[in-house]
């Protein structure tokens, strides 16, 4: 096994022996997630120091959270699978929780729905007959207010009641007025919570169900519409990519993939042509805050990596329907509650496609194009977190820029709101449902080794007008770049008036055409800052929500943005906190934090399914090379690329002809 | 013909007809383009308040600008082609001057290369035997010297010395340090300008010619990267768009196309689902203003559509090169400098493509998963303006979403610089080569008719915080947001801190499920304003780069953001004055005009080709249909798509099985 891949079967396996060897036999354990503890910074370093022949390797560890089921002890274990061997063991503190699991979710809804105090609140909706209703259970989130204790706050829907035998009825189309709250220790409700459906505070008890439509997303409840002939990506040599194992390997990039429980997609070692770019590149978390400030909505806050786990949540891709054209697919592996190992299969997909040109020019004297196409691989994987999905992908093109694109899709979180009744903080999609305002924020941590050196620097680069002046600047054109080194950990932010663009570089290695520091500069969309108050729970739990660049030194299980644990918790122990250190970074070894997303005041057109909304951040070149990488791509031909010609229009005959000869 | 049709030959040759007319028998007249004069507004509403049997037609028209050849009399004539008269004939009033053209900028060339102080120059360059001198003619800019006479400044350039016969040699790869000045009246070269090429603004004599290497981008040229396996697209049942004509019909759309020299591709009366959007969506120009103060490279600045023409210098787009899948080419009609309509054969292609998940919701209790792929519409340009390419399209979603993307590509302007010198206005990109900084700035020109009525407001929304309070925000995460009429004409801004989402609504019309005014919101990427200093001519010609939305009160001929004539234009013509009549335009018929672009300093891996910069400007329906207008689209299945799968891997078998066997 490579130090940097995922666990196997056999290593999972193992850590759960190990961990269930810490206690009496027969001893009721929880698991939540055992993943691969990676090797530390001077390990690695030894490793990679060798040659091919590798006579020293790392030890294999993992890492494992559990609790002692039934109660609120809850453990956090590192295991050297090489030695079979507890390294550290520690009763994580209290004010730290898990996060949820695949099993505690259908467990909780079950206890929510058979609890009498709910059905209690059903016969008063005076339902029709028959009618299913459902439960979302939800993290609690974190208000201060007896919030000690691991809870869930469970939203209630309802099948169309008229088809109530419909399993994939979309219920968030029937959200009703009351929320269970179950503790995850006793796994018992614990009392009936009431949902303001006024414009005001105010909760009433439960009224008799008011008779609205459907809303639904599956085909067979949809007009279908006509007219689209089917589109075809055919590979007839195969793909580009080789993949062997976790290296996968195309037209210059090469990096290896792994995969776990909470970050889902991992890359590591990406390079371009030989040189090396970033050691490793994942997603770190996303939080995503919600607006309503009446209680309970004012807990809505998911942090979707630290509370339940990109791994956990990754749908099985289906060839033809996810992806299109030649794919190949790789199956993720992580751990139940039980700490038996779980295949998410077909957790990633990687194909090829095409994104148009690439690079042009005509020389207009001779009328010779060259173009070239762009050809990108996509890493993707996607998640569904209870009523939202995320399309998470990794995208090269052949002139070395990396993206990471994120597409939000999915049901809007919806809540009961009363005829004719308007709310600043939500829009109405659906009579009697309310998509409340929230954000999305999400953090990409870039951790860079760039041409090969961990020591990085991060730069930013402004433009700005010259002023005035007959000597330096007499016509007013003038406007010079400036470059300013980030020189302390920190938060930073975009600047779009002064054209701000923040650059990973290494001072070490210079350009030999300019002498410029070699670099690679990202394209970051603006996002709003998370907008909750500095002294709210929202504020402090979401590290990463204020700033759209964070910069630290690297130390050790520095890996998730908001902190190791982010369930219910109530601090800040994330990357704010590690970047309050305000280290020394200006020649370093550096882990770029990148945020971006949205803020997301939903539209009528988001129900019941929404379009995709795209973000993407992308990492390019900067005077790496010393001409266009992609000089080289072959030229884009007929031959190649055997488009059809579809109406029957060749070379300049003008079939307009037609049009002009009624104007005479 | 359609009132809103572009000229047909026909049209053009009576054109050129009517206004020879105009002049004594074998008057020499230089054509400066030919184009649709549109019906006015009142023209088009009486004529569209009809139904479909159309008794009125307004009367057909053309614009026409010409030079009396040698002359710098500049004329403006329109021309009623139903009736055979001229409506409008004016000289231009001095300090406006009409585009190049292509026959000019080859005469152009050829002049300054065959003057003798230019073979004066090139002798004391010393460059090897059969060296070949190129010349790029530059419109000329402003800077209020001697510049009320059109003229061009020409950059001049040299094939690889090595290889003079290679007729697409990348001569900007040998900038060479004299540049000639042609008189674009009498046709003569008036002087030889100098080029700074060391650090400050001093010029030296030329010297001679330092050798340096070539830097090529034809294929043959250069190595050939191997590994990438064809990627073909399919559409085995044709295409799912109709074209009739002008007509284009795809997935709800509905939109006439034309093309006219100056804007490229014009989209007229775009509709969704029957329900009218956009009545006019064009290109209005792109300004590039350049960065160095120094002489004459402060006058660089270009307005591609006003100075040149997006129709005239629209590429011929080759099947399987440009394009790929089953593709519709139309040809543009343009007239030359005598008048006579010349095809631009396949200037705009029109084509589907598949741009992965559109959207996609699993049950997770039940695993069901649906997903929809997000096909599109593409219609496009390309346009090859000197050195520089852009790639222009209109994009169309299944779920109502407009887009209007520009790819930057071709080769940057460059100029000589010394060996060893630095200049804070450019980045050096081949040894002896600088690059300049510049900004594109782009301006899209976009006509509502939102739901069907011409009168319609641009509103912006934002997101604030809630003040914390015990009754209204007891837990400091509330936020709401507030839209706000733009009541003025005028210049806005974005302002990402506050989330600011421009819209154009409707206010007439509601959204009958939660009442709000049907919207499009407009995804608009931020750009550094134009960086020009405010009493600069650089600023004052470039009326658009100062906001990134400009928003005015329809007035018949105000289509081009920098003014009808911008080449050496000295004044404020277009939007900025338009919009500096400041009227009231809560509920009006508008214009709107979106401003884009990128902030370019340069990097090397843009020379010899870049890769393409992407910039777009997307419009979304809010709260203008009752929910996902896509719901309706089949979903995605292997049936239709028709994927092949890899690597042998299927539902859930676990090959990484074989890593793990080693573990143990």
């Given at each position: 096994m490579h130090p940097l891949s995922s666990l196997c079967e056999a290593e999972i396996s193992l850590s759960t022996k190990l961990v269930r060897g810490l206690h009496e036999p027969g001893t009721k354990l929880r698991f939540k997630g055992i993943t691969t503890h990676e090797p530390s910074r001077k390990e690695m370093q030894q490793y990679r120091a060798q040659s091919d022949v590798k006579s020293y390797t790392p030890p294999r560890r993992s890492w494992v959270n559990y609790y002692l089921t039934g109660t609120a002890s809850f453990f956090e274990v590192i295991i050297n699978l090489t030695t079979g061997t507890i390294e550290k063991s520690i009763e994580v503190p209290a004010g730290f929780h898990g996060p949820v699991d695949d099993e505690e979710i259908i467990a909780v809804e079950k206890i929510a729905l058979e609890d009498p105090r709910t059905k209690v609140e059903i016969e008063k909706l005076k339902l029709p007959d028959g009618a299913v209703v459902v439960c979302d259970p939800w993290i609690w989130g974190a208000d201060g207010v007896a919030d000690d204790v691991r809870q869930y706050q469970c939203y209630m829907y309802m099948r169309d009641p008229n088809k109530p035998a419909e399993l994939d009825s979309n219920h968030y189309a029937f959200p009703l007025t009351f929320s269970p709250v179950v503790d995850a220790v006793t796994m018992q409700v614990t009392r009936i919570d009431y949902l303001p459906?006024?414009?005001?505070f105010e909760t009433t008890s439960t009224q008799p169900w008011r008779a609205t439509k459907p809303n639904e997303y599956i085909p067979e409840l949809n007009e279908k519409r006509t007219g689209l002939k089917p589109l075809r990506v055919l590979q007839p040599e195969g793909a580009s990519f080789a993949l062997e194992g976790d290296i996968l390997k195309w037209q210059k990039w090469e990096m290896r993939t792994s995969f776990n429980y909470r970050e889902g997609m991992v890359l590591h070692e990406v390079s371009f042509d030989g040189r090396p770019l970033f050691y490793r590149v994942s997603l770190s978390d996303m939080s995503i805050p919600y607006s309503d400030p009446r209680a309970p909505f004012h807990k809505k806050q998911a942090f979707d990596l630290g509370d339940a786990g990109a791994g956990l949540m990754a749908n099985d891709l289906k060839l033809g329907c996810d992806c299109l054209g030649a794919i190949a697919y790789k199956d993720g592996l992580i751990a139940d509650d039980q700490g038996r190992p779980v295949v998410k299969p077909n957790a990633m997909c990687i194909h090829e496609q095409d994104a148009g040109i690439l690079w042009k020019h005509t020389n207009y004297r001779t009328g010779r194009p060259v173009v070239v196409r762009r050809r990108e691989l996509v890493i993707q994987s996607i998640i569904t977190v209870s009523n939202y999905e995320y399309i998470l992908a990794f995208i090269f093109d052949q002139a070395g820029e990396m993206t990471y694109e994120v597409r939000a899709t999915g049901i809007l979180s919806t809540q009961p709101i009363d005829p004719g009744v308007e709310v600043p903080y939500g829009t109405v999609v659906h009579d009697g449902v309310l998509a409340g305002y929230h954000q999305h924020i999400l953090s990409l941590r870039v951790d860079p080794e760039l041409d090969g050196d961990m020591d990085n620097r991060l730069v930013y680069e402004e433009t700005s007008a010259l002023p005035r002046h007959p000597e330096t600047n007499p016509h007013g054109n003038g406007y010079v770049s400036k470059r300013t080194t980030v020189e302390k950990a920190g938060g930073y932010d975009l600047e779009s008036k002064k054209n701000r663009v923040f650059m990973i570089e290494n001072p070490k290695k210079k350009n030999p055409v300019n002498g410029k520091n070699v670099a690679y500069k990202m394209h970051i969309p603006p996002v709003q800052p998370l907008l909750a108050e500095e002294n709210s729970y929202h504020y402090k739990r979401a590290d990463?929500?204020?700033?759209?660049v964070y910069v630290t030194k690297y130390q050790e299980n520095e890996l998730f943005a908001g902190g190791q644990y982010t369930n219910q918790n109530k601090q800040t122990t994330g990357v704010r906190k590690w970047a309050a250190r305000n280290e020394d970074i200006s020649n370093d070894d550096i882990v770029v934090w990148v945020q971006f997303g949205l803020q997301h005041v939903p539209r009528?057109?988001?129900?019941?399914?929404?379009?995709v909304e795209i973000v993407k951040v992308a990492f390019k070149p900067v005077n790496f090379f010393t001409r266009n990488p992609a000089i080289d791509v072959p030229q884009s031909t007929q031959e190649f690329n055997q488009s059809t010609l579809l109406n029957g229009h060749q070379n300049g005959v003008n079939d307009n002809k037609s049009e002009c000869s009624s104007c005479q």
């Amino acid at each position: 096994m490579h130090p940097l891949s995922s666990l196997c079967e056999a290593e999972i396996s193992l850590s759960t022996k190990l961990v269930r060897g810490l206690h009496e036999p027969g001893t009721k354990l929880r698991f939540k997630g055992i993943t691969t503890h990676e090797p530390s910074r001077k390990e690695m370093q030894q490793y990679r120091a060798q040659s091919d022949v590798k006579s020293y390797t790392p030890p294999r560890r993992s890492w494992v959270n559990y609790y002692l089921t039934g109660t609120a002890s809850f453990f956090e274990v590192i295991i050297n699978l090489t030695t079979g061997t507890i390294e550290k063991s520690i009763e994580v503190p209290a004010g730290f929780h898990g996060p949820v699991d695949d099993e505690e979710i259908i467990a909780v809804e079950k206890i929510a729905l058979e609890d009498p105090r709910t059905k209690v609140e059903i016969e008063k909706l005076k339902l029709p007959d028959g009618a299913v209703v459902v439960c979302d259970p939800w993290i609690w989130g974190a208000d201060g207010v007896a919030d000690d204790v691991r809870q869930y706050q469970c939203y209630m829907y309802m099948r169309d009641p008229n088809k109530p035998a419909e399993l994939d009825s979309n219920h968030y189309a029937f959200p009703l007025t009351f929320s269970p709250v179950v503790d995850a220790v006793t796994m018992q409700v614990t009392r009936i919570d009431y949902l303001p459906t006024g414009a005001g505070f105010e909760t009433t008890s439960t009224q008799p169900w008011r008779a609205t439509k459907p809303n639904e997303y599956i085909p067979e409840l949809n007009e279908k519409r006509t007219g689209l002939k089917p589109l075809r990506v055919l590979q007839p040599e195969g793909a580009s990519f080789a993949l062997e194992g976790d290296i996968l390997k195309w037209q210059k990039w090469e990096m290896r993939t792994s995969f776990n429980y909470r970050e889902g997609m991992v890359l590591h070692e990406v390079s371009f042509d030989g040189r090396p770019l970033f050691y490793r590149v994942s997603l770190s978390d996303m939080s995503i805050p919600y607006s309503d400030p009446r209680a309970p909505f004012h807990k809505k806050q998911a942090f979707d990596l630290g509370d339940a786990g990109a791994g956990l949540m990754a749908n099985d891709l289906k060839l033809g329907c996810d992806c299109l054209g030649a794919i190949a697919y790789k199956d993720g592996l992580i751990a139940d509650d039980q700490g038996r190992p779980v295949v998410k299969p077909n957790a990633m997909c990687i194909h090829e496609q095409d994104a148009g040109i690439l690079w042009k020019h005509t020389n207009y004297r001779t009328g010779r194009p060259v173009v070239v196409r762009r050809r990108e691989l996509v890493i993707q994987s996607i998640i569904t977190v209870s009523n939202y999905e995320y399309i998470l992908a990794f995208i090269f093109d052949q002139a070395g820029e990396m993206t990471y694109e994120v597409r939000a899709t999915g049901i809007l979180s919806t809540q009961p709101i009363d005829p004719g009744v308007e709310v600043p903080y939500g829009t109405v999609v659906h009579d009697g449902v309310l998509a409340g305002y929230h954000q999305h924020i999400l953090s990409l941590r870039v951790d860079p080794e760039l041409d090969g050196d961990m020591d990085n620097r991060l730069v930013y680069e402004e433009t700005s007008a010259l002023p005035r002046h007959p000597e330096t600047n007499p016509h007013g054109n003038g406007y010079v770049s400036k470059r300013t080194t980030v020189e302390k950990a920190g938060g930073y932010d975009l600047e779009s008036k002064k054209n701000r663009v923040f650059m990973i570089e290494n001072p070490k290695k210079k350009n030999p055409v300019n002498g410029k520091n070699v670099a690679y500069k990202m394209h970051i969309p603006p996002v709003q800052p998370l907008l909750a108050e500095e002294n709210s729970y929202h504020y402090k739990r979401a590290d990463f929500g204020d700033h759209s660049v964070y910069v630290t030194k690297y130390q050790e299980n520095e890996l998730f943005a908001g902190g190791q644990y982010t369930n219910q918790n109530k601090q800040t122990t994330g990357v704010r906190k590690w970047a309050a250190r305000n280290e020394d970074i200006s020649n370093d070894d550096i882990v770029v934090w990148v945020q971006f997303g949205l803020q997301h005041v939903p539209r009528i057109e988001d129900f019941p399914v929404m379009p995709v909304e795209i973000v993407k951040v992308a990492f390019k070149p900067v005077n790496f090379f010393t001409r266009n990488p992609a000089i080289d791509v072959p030229q884009s031909t007929q031959e190649f690329n055997q488009s059809t010609l579809l109406n029957g229009h060749q070379n300049g005959v003008n079939d307009n002809k037609s049009e002009c000869s009624s104007c005479q």
